[in-house]
């Protein structure tokens, strides 16, 4: 088995020497999703300091941020408009799937819903450019672009449509930039208004996809963020006077993955986030006219959240790291300079942390695969957890994960490998286990356990496997298709059967999910075996079931149904429902309990194997 071991970035923090399990670290809260004034004098973020993200504002290198007044639910997404007069929040009705559009006065008053009403849900793609005109796409069964005036509410429909989502509008709102199609397989069109004429934006090439673009500053041209062209997603823009031409490459790189891109109000230059091999972060700032691109010095392993002020005096993002919590952080686009929003802090940081090791290993096929390792203090093997992330179309970064932390602090090594399908490892890697595909995806989670035990990491008989969302799946799929190979595990939101799920979930997450997952009636037979619960019989050892109570992206019923067949057969296992909650547990007591849960669960079962193998 081909192996590489990569030291750690941050230094690891000190054990006490008697290496016995000590208590599990509380999570620091984190501040992300920073949206700054048009003058960049202020700075809007979300926080979950006071037990559920909400909206907080502060001056730029102020003391102490205000809580705005938005309600009770959580908050996900937050924008200030080009005039200064409004901030849009995306709030998420009791932590579910489903969004609405709220605005309201940076002093906190004047707060109404604009968007996201009934079963609809609603996303923001951004502001017109003067006054404040949001640009919205809403969805339940089919997709509508939409603007919508944050002052009375007023809506103009642009475009309606199957998987559709407004990236763009051109000032004068008379054309429009659409993304259509389903996951990894997604396109670029461009709408006249006027007469409702569509045209796709480049040919299709037959590979990857393309998520994210916007109209440069005269309106004649669109950059966009692709993989259809090159293994690795490249910026790219495509003159529209010239639709026949090849798109020009403006920015890609063979040793890293354009992750995404933040354009300037005035449409000159942009900031760049790359993710480098492992899923750390380089952020780089490119002048659209001569290509000439800056580097910027990264506060930490992990940043996202980048924007930057109208002006462009000012950019933000967030920063993290495995033993640093998220939160916003300032840059002068002039300098590169980085500086907190807390200001005269510094980078915080968990004390009683561990760094993990960037790891590359063979699946059993060949199939180049890598993962982080967190090891306990004192010598192996230990007995250890694999930790399968959600998405797929997700990637295992070195951030900040109380749970690895916990799970580390009771003496329990933790593994968090990208099995095929992750992302930023190339268009190719992301659709390795699209349909027939996932069974090579759950056999590198076997493969990831051979390693574990092979290079001494793992005790034999002490393996866990633990995940959420897609991870959740794989972790009954694994737990089926190969029995006895693991001791205990934990799915936290996963599909059990692929039946249900396609009947129960949003429609709008069916749609897109066919391309990855297989269609229901076409591909019935493939799914009905890669569904767990078709094998529920093979599964033996004690499973933990953690789901939240409004899921509508992986229904609750998908965890219930596995609780019934286990308790009918008399296998150990918890059901663990969180109320208020949706697909991600937003509110800090319930995420705190589902860590207690699971690194209790696993303690428990791992040890107890621990005694039996002796």
Known sequence: ?????????????????????????????????????????????????????????????????????????????????????????????????????????????????????????????????????????????????????????????????????????TPDAGTALLRRGPRNARWLEVLDVATGVRRRLFPDTGRGSTDQGWFGPDGTSVLARTDAFSELAALVRVDLARPEQPPTRLAGRPDAELEDVTPSADGQRGALLWNTYGGRSELTLLDFASGVQRAVAAPGEVLGDVVLAADGGLLCLTAQGPVQPREVWLVDPSTGAPRPLRPDTGPRTDDAGVAPQLVDLRARDGLPLSGWLYRPAGPGPWPTAISLHGGPEAQERPGYNPLFQALVAQGIAVFAPNVRGSSGFGRSFVAAD???????AIADVAACADYLVDTGVARPGQLGVLGRSYGGYLVLAVLVNFPGLFAAGVAECGISDFRTFFAGTEPWIAAAAVSKYGDPQRDADLLRDLSPLTHIDRLDVPLLLIHGANDTNVPAGESAQVAQALADRGVPHGHLVLAGEGHDFLSRTNAEAARTATTGW????????ATVVG
């Not at 088995?1 to 999570?27: K, L």
């Not at 699209?434 to 090579?440: E, I, T």
């Open 1 to 169: 088995m081909s192996v590489r071991i990569e030291p750690p970035r941050t230094t690891r923090r000190p054990r006490p020497a008697s290496h016995r399990p000590v208590s599990p670290p509380v999570p620091i809260s984190e501040d992300f999703a920073p949206a700054p004034s048009p003058d960049g004098r202020r700075v809007a973020f979300l926080s979950d300091r006071a037990g559920t993200p909400g909206v907080w504002v502060c001056q730029v290198d102020a003391d102490e941020p205000v809580a705005l007044p938005v309600g009770d639910e959580p908050v996900l997404a937050l924008s200030w408009s080009p005039d200064g007069q409004w901030l849009a929040c995306v709030v998420a009705p009791g932590g579910a799937p489903r969004t609405e559009l709220w605005v309201l006065r940076p002093d906190g008053t004047r707060r109404h819903q604009v968007a996201g009403f009934g079963r609809r849900s609603a996303a923001l793609a951004g502001w017109l450019p003067h006054g404040a005109v949001l640009a919205v796409t809403e969805t339940d069964e089919h997709g509508q672009a939409l603007l919508v005036d944050a002052a009375t509410g007023h809506r103009r429909v642009l475009a309606q449509g199957d998987l559709l989502t407004l990236l763009d509008v």
């Open 434 to 440: 699209n349909l027939a595909g996932r069974y090579g």
């Open 602 to 609: 696993l303690t428990r079962h791992l040890a107890a194997t």
